[in-house]
């Protein structure tokens, strides 16, 4: 037992002592206390000062140890906050899964984040051992971020280092884009299904959601053009590569419309890049921020998906007067981005590490996603999936008719298996029965199980 727990032991022994004890009564002393209990000193000191805090006793120097007074507990009136608040703007159901991945005896088949193993963890820590010697790791950088970072990234959307802003996560980028691009009270369009975390940013900025229809190539453009009339909307959100749920990569003649389109209207697309070193079969579609040189564009980038959920880093990139206002804002925001964690991502985007994670990322991902498409085809033959997604983290299955995703996931949890529901990917009603399923964070061996068990929750 470490020191930690046996000082906790201790308190938790002492404290149902003192419930039998009055106000004001003296407390053993620690040497007495030791004795008893056969702990150190340290840990009988450790006790008491957990105690304290809890309000249970009081030392006074010189004295000793006594019971406290207990003040009688009046129960919190929180009501006016329910006036003081107004109207909700985020959805809490929605935002209380985006996060959940269950306990670690969950079989992970819905999970956004690559597994411990597969995240370069050795790397991470040599590099971070090697820079936070570096004076330049502990001082502010520019409020944009740093320069040697911004032009690594910016190398591969052929941008200008100086269209490049730096944030704290993909999910913190989509947000202030959002926010910045947009008034409160405006329209966002998303194609749907879509990333729940980009309906919770909108609703966050206070916006109207409205939805388009998308498919295995991506999001309808007619159906795009006819809402763009409807709403008059400034911001439209897409993710043309590898999107989340469904995989799909938007068609290259829908980009070119996309742009178009945008053009047209005075609009703004945010491409949620999150998934672009991601790619297993084939090499990444270029970004669509490449083919527009007007700033219609607006691209997302995150490295938090494809080396560790914990480099919590992103970048925003926009050009022309969109990318100055964004630049400008940020600092009301948070005047700089870790750079301790900023050189790290610098070390590890210059390095062969980061050639070496790529190639073992996209041989393990791609045996991961193999296993759980058999297993799929082998468990749930009445599961049918979209498409075999050629990169990113995820793919769309479609459930029977007499399944319902909310039921299904329920108790395919209470079994011991997370999938993602798939009304939660919807901004309206959904348009039929789905499940997500991951393979980053699953094994091989997990991927047969997990499908296995789910297989039982259909029969039932």
């Known amino acids: 037992m470490s020191k930690d727990n046996r000082s906790s032991a201790v308190a938790a022994q002492i404290r149902a002592e003192i419930a039998d004890l009055s106000p004001g009564d003296k407390l053993p002393g620690v040497r007495e206390l030791a004795s008893r209990f056969k702990a150190s000193a340290a ?17 006074e120097p010189g004295r000793g140890t006594f019971v406290a007074r207990r003040e009688p507990i009046r129960e919190a009136d929180y009501s006016w906050q329910t006036q003081a608040l107004g109207p909700a703007r985020v ?9 959940g991945y269950g306990t670690p005896q969950h079989v992970p088949l819905s999970w956004g984040y690559l597994a411990p193993e597969l995240v370069p963890g050795g790397e991470l820590t040599r590099i971070t051992a090697r820079v936070a010697k570096h004076s330049r790791s ?7 971020g740093s320069p040697d970072l911004r032009r690594v990234i910016a190398a591969d959307y052929t941008a200008d ?11 913190q980028g989509l947000a202030y884009a959002l926010r910045t691009l ?17 309906i919770l940013a909108a609703q966050s900025a206070g916006l109207t959601v409205s939805s388009v229809p998308a498919d295995a190539h991506g999001i309808r453009i007619e159906a795009l053009a006819d809402e763009l009339e409807r709403t008059r909307a400034r911001v439209v959100y897409v993710q043309p590569t590898y999107a989340n749920p469904t995989g799909a990569v938007l068609a290259p003649e829908r980009r ?14 945010v491409e949620d890049d999150w998934a672009r070193y991601i790619n297993l079969d084939e090499k990444a579609p270029r970004p669509v921020f490449v083919d527009d040189p007007n700033g219609h564009v607006v691209t997302v980038t995150t490295l938090s998906k494809p080396v560790s959920p914990g480099l919590r880093l992103g970048a925003v990139i926009a050009r022309g007067p969109a990318g100055e206002r964004l630049q400008a804002a940020r600092a009301a925001e948070d005047l700089c981005v870790s750079p301790l964690t900023q050189e790290v991502t610098h070390a590890l985007l210059t390095s062969q590490a980061w050639v070496r994670h790529r190639g073992r990322l996209s041989a393990e991902l791609t045996a991961r996603r193999d296993a759980l498409v058999r297993a799929i085809h082998t468990y749930l033959p009445d599961v049918t999936l979209q498409s075999i997604p050629r990169g ?14 909310r039921e299904v996931a329920e108790n395919a949890y209470a079994a011991g298996v997370l999938v993602g529901d798939g009304r939660h990917f919807f901004v309206n009603e959904p348009s039929g029965q789905y499940l ?8 091989e061996a997990q991927a047969a199980e997990g499908a296995r068990l789910l297989a039982r929750v259909l029969e039932t």
């Open 91 to 99: 959805d809490a159901d929605r935002a209380s899964r985006l996060g």
């Open 182 to 198: 947009s008034e409160p009270g405006g329209h966002v369009i998303t194609e749907s299904p879509s990333y729940p975390g980009v």
């Open 256 to 269: 070119t419309a996309l742009i178009e389109l945008a053009a047209k209207h005075g609009a703004f697309v």
């Open 392 to 405: 990113g983290l995820h793919m769309w299955g479609r459930l029977p008719e007499f399944a319902r995703s």
């Open 138 to 144: 502990w001082q502010m950088t520019p409020v944009a």
């Open 436 to 443: 997500r399923f991951s393979f980053g964070a699953a094994t």
């Open 161 to 171: 280092p100086g269209d490049v802003l730096i944030v704290p996560g993909g999910q």
């Open 43 to 59: 840990t009988i000191s450790e006790a008491l000062a957990e105690l304290s805090a809890l309000g249970l006793v009081r030392a």
